[in-house]
């Protein structure tokens, strides 16, 4: 059916942007420009700057290839506490808003975190 069609793709999805938020460019011999690269940011200041650099690697990492366009994704991080921020990727598959990282950390003093990821689809 047309519903578990689209719950296959938005799993798909969900692993996809996962292996490219935890993964550094390079790791992958099969096609080393794969990942956002965010864990080198792991000892960097809290900064507007640093911020804007995960942001942007983030964006690029998950829109490279064209499987996310970018007019449907949107990269959100919203602010934990002075070193963590939770980063959402939200897409929008064939007309809905799906977020893929409801729990997901980076803290700029331990790294990433995943915390019981699964897709949830938000109003």
Not at 20 to 38: K, N, Q, Y
Not at 77 to 99: K, L, N, P, W
């Amino acid at each position: 059916s047309a519903s578990t069609g689209l719950t296959r793709e938005i799993e798909c999805l969900r692993t996809d942007v996962l292996t490219r938020l935890l993964t550094t460019p390079g790791e992958w011999l099969g096609d080393p420009t794969v990942g956002a690269g965010v864990s080198e940011m792991v000892g960097s200041p809290v900064t507007q700057r640093n911020l804007a650099r995960v942001y942007g690697q983030i964006t690029q990492a998950l829109t490279r290839d064209l499987r996310i366009p970018v007019g449907d994704l949107d990269v959100r991080m919203q602010q934990v506490d002075a070193t963590s921020f939770r980063i959402q990727v939200v897409v929008r598959v064939e007309g809905e808003i799906v977020d893929l990282t409801p729990d997901f950390v980076l803290d700029f003093s331990a790294g990433l975190q995943a915390v019981g990821i699964e897709a949830v689809e938000i109003a």
